[in-house]
Nanobody
């Protein structure tokens, strides 16, 4: 069983940057897809970005392309989300997630079955 703990959220102004971290324990993240999702107030949870188990491939939601970057440090068992040029519409609780199967299809969004508790990101205009 893996536990995920997000950190780094906060209140920022439009145009600012933030870096979120997701620290995993209980299992190495090596060989597992990792992803970030978010839930805005009054909306359903949505996919943001993922990174392949090898780290060589990423897939972004259109809304964050060119602004958000995911990375992983397997040695630290941590995944990061660098968010630049933040907009008020990015306000949400951000969740880190991973899958229970190794070497799986990272684009299978329904297979993300381990989740962190989330970290709040608020972007003011």
């Amino acid at each position: 069983q893996v536990q995920l703990v997000e950190s780094g959220g906060g209140l920022v102004q439009a145009g600012d940057s933030l870096r979120l971290s997701c620290a995993a324990s209980g299992r190495p993240i090596t060989n597992y897809c990792m992803a970030w999702f978010r839930r805005a107030p009054g909306k359903e949870r949505e996919f943001v970005v993922n990174i392949s188990w090898g780290g060589g491939s990423t897939y972004h939601a259109d809304s964050v392309k060119g602004r958000f970057t995911i990375s992983r440090d397997n040695a630290k068992n941590t995944v990061y989300l660098q968010m630049n040029s933040l907009k008020p519409v990015d306000t949400a609780v951000y969740y880190c997630a991973t899958q229970s199967r190794r070497f799986s299809d990272c684009r299978s969004l329904g297979e993300y079955d381990y989740w962190g508790q989330g970290t709040q990101v608020t972007v003011s205009s």
